[in-house]
């Protein structure tokens, strides 16, 4: 039997298992868990929760070799969704998802999205996972790559419009309408703070048969003509 057909011959599965990430990944999950779902002490004992590494968001994983496992990860989540979820080309993830920070971004949030939904104990996460996140991230990943990574990874074809945002004519342009909504501000503040002076209420006497408004019975705002109103 040559190698090939051996290889026909060997059983396969019909579908495989969603990859699971290394050890210091899962202790980063495990470490979330806790700061949810722990005592008081465990929590009090993970320190400062806003610096626990996040996986869905690889710029807070700074250790190196949480870092280097979650990119692994997500490789294996990659080859994992373009076997069991794409029938059609255009559907792949392309070999350069990592050159391209819109899709390492979406793949880290569409992994953590997966793996919680394999952990539920029914399948109403998973559904909502293949009704809701998979679609929307394919979907958003064609409108955003189109056909420029269809054969071989294209440079960035926005990059010449980011580099002239960060050009000095166009940054100060950007920091004098700043300076100018500051200022601005700052008038209006000032004359919200110091509403004009306005004179104090004055005393009137009403006649209850005739509703006519009389003078101030006290005398300090003297009136020059006669008003007068409903009947009371």
Known sequence: MTTDQARRAAPSPMVFPFPVPGEQVRLAYRELHIAINGTEEQKKALGNHAL???PWEPATCL????????????E??????NREYT??????IPSCWP????????????ADQRRRAGLAMTSDALEEWHRYCLPAFTDRMRNRLRAHCDDEHKSWPAKPRHNEHLGDASTQRRENAFAHDVDALSVNRRAYEQPERVGRPRL???DL??????DDPLGSQPRTRTEKGPRI
């Open 204 to 206: 009137v006497e009403v």
């Open 52 to 54: 626990l590494p996040r």
């Open 87 to 92: 029938w059609d080309v255009a559907g792949l």
């Open 99 to 110: 050159l391209h920070p819109h899709l390492v971004r979406e793949i880290a949030v569409l």
């Open 76 to 81: 294996d989540v990659v080859i994992w969704l």
């Open 63 to 74: 250790d190196p070799e949480l870092r280097h496992q979650l990119w692994e990860w997500f």
């Open 209 to 214: 048969d005739t509703g006519e408004i009389k």
